[in-house]
């Protein structure tokens, strides 16, 4: 079992930042890759971004170059880095995990609200 916490969302002005953290607790040593998805009402819920514990990153096409995924492996953390938000990114953010069993395991989601 793990357990994920997100943390870090708010509001901010677009163009500012932000920087989202999830933090695993639990059976952190199964966990292979870590992400974050975002959701807002109405529709399904987007892959923002993943990262494996060798450090491979993978963004969605859209968020290239504004958002940042790293992780800390001994801390069993994943941080998403948002620079330059604009309003359409605000939505609730989720922290996803995978382990190499197959188990997927999800946070409680933070909201983050970007201002015009």
């Known amino acids: 079992q793990v357990q994920l916490v997100e943390s870090g969302g708010g509001l901010v002005q677009a163009g500012g930042s932000l920087r989202l953290s999830c933090a695993a607790s639990g059976s952190i040593f199964s966990i292979n890759t870590m992400g974050w998805y975002r959701q807002t009402p109405g529709k399904q819920r987007e892959w923002v971004a993943s990262?494996?514990?060798?450090?491979?990153?993978n963004y969605a096409d859209s968020l290239k170059g504004r958002f940042t995924i790293s992780r800390d492996n001994a801390k069993g953390t994943v941080y998403l880095q948002m620079d330059s938000l604009k309003p359409e990114d605000t939505a609730v953010y989720y922290c996803?995990?995978?382990?190499?069993?197959?188990?997927?395991?999800w946070g409680q989601g933070t909201q983050v609200t970007v201002s015009s």
């Open positions: 990262i494996t514990n060798s450090g491979r990153r």
């Open positions: 996803n995990s995978y382990s190499a069993g197959g188990s997927a395991y």
